[in-house]
C-alpha cells in the first residue's frame, strides 16, 4: 500500500474494449469527486515490449485505436495525467521494422490527440525511456515522429527503471531542447 501522500498512477493494460470506458470513468471520477487529478498510465501497443517481460498489447493498430477511443471517452472532460506507453518508443527499434516503427509512431499520435481531444484538462506525456538507454537527440527524433508538437503536453521518464532524478532533470532538458519543442 502506498505511503500516505504517496502518489500512485493506475495502469491500463489490457485489450478491454467493451469495459475500459467504465473503468476509466470511476477512476477519474472518483478522483475529480475527491479534487485529485489521477495519472494514468495507458500501456497496449501491439507488440509494446517486444516479446520482454511486458509482452503483449492489442492484437493490432486498428484494435488498440479503438480500445483508446473508448479509453478518451471515459475522460469525459475530467482532469487526468496521462504517460502514453512507457518505454515503446525506445524499444521500437529492438523488434520493429521501419514499417512497424512509422505504425508505432502513428498510433502514439493518435492516442495522444484522441485522449487531450477527450479532455481539455487532460495532460498527456510519451514516455521517452531514461538517461541511460537513448541519446537526446535519438530520444528527440522518436517523439518528434509521434508527432509530440500536436499529440502531447510533453516527455516522462523513468517510468520503468531507477535512475536518478538529477540525470532525468537533465536528459530531459536535452530531449526537449532537441524537439525544437520548447514548450
Same mark, same amino acid.
Given at each position: ?17 467493451? +469495459?475500459?470506458?467504465? !473503468?476509466? =470513468? ?10 485529485? &487529478? ?5 500501456? %497496449?501497443? $501491439? ?22 477511443? #473508448?479509453?478518451?471517452?471515459?475522460? %469525459?472532460?475530467? @482532469?487526468?495525467?496521462?504517460?502514453? =506507453? $512507457?518505454?515503446?518508443? $525506445?524499444?521500437? +527499434?529492438?523488434? #520493429? %521494422?521501419?514499417? #512497424?516503427?512509422?505504425? +508505432? ?15 481539455? *484538462?487532460?495532460? &498527456? ?9 537513448? *541519446? @537526446?537527440? !535519438? ?18 521518464? %523513468? &517510468?520503468?527503471?531507477?535512475?536518478? +532524478?538529477?540525470? !532525468? &532533470?537533465?536528459? /530531459?532538458? /536535452?530531449?526537449?531542447? /532537441?524537439?525544437?519543442? $520548447?514548450?
Amino acid at each position: 500500500m502506498p505511503s500516505p501522500g504517496s502518489v500512485q498512477a493506475r495502469w491500463f493494460t489490457r485489450t478491454n474494449t467493451s +469495459t475500459v470506458r467504465a !473503468e476509466v =470513468e470511476a477512476l477519474v471520477g472518483a478522483a475529480a469527486a475527491a479534487g485529485k &487529478v489521477p495519472i494514468l498510465v495507458v500501456y %497496449n501497443l $501491439p507488440n509494446r515490449d517486444c516479446g520482454g517481460v511486458s509482452t503483449g498489447g492489442a492484437p493490432h493498430h486498428a484494435t488498440y485505436r479503438q480500445w483508446v477511443d #473508448q479509453v478518451a471517452a471515459g475522460l %469525459n472532460g475530467r @482532469p487526468a495525467t496521462i504517460v502514453l =506507453e $512507457p518505454d515503446v518508443l $525506445p524499444l521500437m +527499434t529492438s523488434c #520493429q %521494422n521501419a514499417g #512497424q516503427q512509422a505504425e +508505432t509512431k502513428a498510433s502514439m499520435a493518435y492516442a495522444g490527440k484522441k485522449l487531450k481531444a477527450a479532455s481539455a *484538462s487532460a495532460k &498527456v506525456y510519451f514516455d521517452a525511456g531514461h538517461s541511460a538507454w537513448l *541519446s @537526446p537527440a !535519438e530520444a528527440a527524433a522518436r517523439v518528434t515522429g509521434a508527432d509530440i508538437a500536436n499529440s502531447a503536453d510533453g516527455i516522462s521518464l %523513468n &517510468v520503468s527503471n531507477y535512475r536518478r +532524478t538529477a540525470d !532525468e &532533470v537533465a536528459y /530531459a532538458k /536535452a530531449v526537449i531542447a /532537441a524537439t525544437g519543442c $520548447p514548450g
